[in-house]
């Protein structure tokens, strides 16, 4: 086995690289060498790492992985997912997706208009919780993906828009 | 006497679970309803009997009175119990329970709709001698005027808009030179927001601390006390760590409090399980905040202390029996924690998805109340409670180290949930101290983080491995496929499989 990925552990990217046969592993996570042991049953795993063992659940949900380690419970996902943002910062993306599960109260634009920085896009509601959903940056709106009364999920695309 | 023998519970998740362990353990046949969304609910497995009642959205199911009494009528059921929420105060819902012919579990509708009215609430409280906020009347928007009220209610004071609502006019003034400006601002405020200039003056109280009496009543016109609850640790109002007794709270405040509880709930001719709140100043003063008529999210600490079951006496009540008790004697200390769906790091953002394993504490001296199970879907629907977590210890201190052993038993895989937040606060040195207020969090935990953990590299690995397997794979190269994988050697992988309930070690 040759598996070379770079996951988010609770939100923090990681690079693993696992390499040899099951009987013979060696992972490298974020380049550290480490001799790797696995044994599974179901959605529990024994797992040896340097001179630790323990044990862990692992449950996968579409692009989520759960792992659940003595007590500690780690939200894990492909670094490459559009859907790991949420902490903040890093690259615009003209795709405006969903912070949240919601129902959709109003869509503020509509295709063609110009917003600035900061311009509400669409306000979401769940549990009685308003958000608004703005722009990242002076841009065209290119698409809209919703209309009021809409359940969306998190992650889904709300609103495309084309930067200045 | 009424009967009670049949009990509709208005209401789902934890609390209807609750509930309906009481009425097995009295004897009592229990009707769960339910929407759409909740045909599977463990409320509605537990129950003897269940009715549906509408779609998944609150307002056309657990909201609609005619169709609640319906479920009970076509039941059989002569008792609604509407638990917490929803119905729960609704003026309304307990007169049209009433002269259905049914028992409603709660105050008569006449202390329901009394103590809903803020205005009319504080005039009473003040006619029984229970202490409120001092505050003036509507004042001229002068600094003369507002620097004379200021000097007899003591500073600080806020400047508050008569027509106000959501802080807006609200000025915090802590010296009389701050007032000119003060009183100008809010009163522009005050018109650009509400169009309508009126401000008034009230006493300001500083990282209060949140104060709750327990009080019962039954039908012959006696009213006990059943001690106090602190619930100073909110974050946006929303209580997440409740505790009894309060570490602020020594035998003469306690005996203040608790009288001004009983007096408060007999001014409203109160019947069965009450809770008076009220904010606590750092000079041991208390004021009226309101009260809840209703059976509170936080019971289960009482119960630990009184060794009573507050579901049980609530029944008593209805049935119009005699309370059973006088002065409980309280042992020992107890500790909830509340387990949300929600997001501590990104705003307490509410969070969705399917519960796909869960891990419930348990030992001596843990209590798990909870309204879901493996395979439970988590949606925007309702309330996020998921579960509530309570530990009991001969001393304070030993509650709180049971209750960080308990949350860290409390795993929960498939939702984001505040259990990492919870175990914070509960490991803060002010918390281990007693030292708690209502700003406990903004102060004490702003810009939290989800730890790092021990084993984020074990984690790590198997994202890894279980991102690489079938179901990510689709799509990408065949030379990957050709490679031998884990699953092929581990059995295959299952996406999004958890384990069956019970089933599951964490």
Redesign the interface.
Known sequence: MSIRKTVTVDGAARTVAIDGRDDALSARVDDIALALGLRRDGTAWTVTLADRTVTATVVRDRDTVWIAIDGEIHRCTAADDARTGGAGGGVRSPKVIAPMPGKVLAVRVEVGQKVTAGDPLVVLEAMKMETIVSADGDATVKEVHVTIGAMIEPGQVLIVLEFA | MPTVRKILIANRGEIAVRIIRTCRAMGVTSVAVHSEADVDAPHVRLADEAVAIGPAPARESYLVVEKLIAAARQSGADAIHPGYGFLAENARFAAAVNDAGLTFIGPPPSAIATMGDKVAARTLMEKAGVPVVPATAVLAPDADTFAKAAADLGYPVVIKAAAGGGGKGMRIVRRVEELPEAVAGAAREATSAFGDGRIYLERYLERPRHIEVQVFADTHGKVVHLGERECSIQRRHQKIIEESPSPAVDATLRAAMTDAGIRAAAAVDYVGAGTIEFLLDDQGRFYFLEMNTRLQVEHPVTEWITGLDLVREQILVARGEPLSFDAVPARGHAIECRLYSE?P??GF??????V??L?EPSGAWVRFDSGIAAGSRI??E???LLAKISTFGATREEARTRMVAAL??T????V?TN??YLMAVLAHPAFASGATHTQFLAEHLPGW?????????????????????P??RRGEGAQ?AA????WE???P?R?????RPGG???
């Open positions: 997001d790091a990104h953002l509410p969070a969705t998805g399917t796909h394993a891990g949606g925007v309702y309330d996020p860290r038993e795993v929960l895989l498939g984001v259990r990492d983080a989800p730890p790092v953990g021990r084993h984020g590299d074990v984690a790590a690995v198997l994202a890894a491995l279980a991102l690489t397997g179901a990510a990957e490679l031998p994988s884990p050697a581990l059995g992988w996406p999004g499989m958890g384990p599951a070690k964490l």
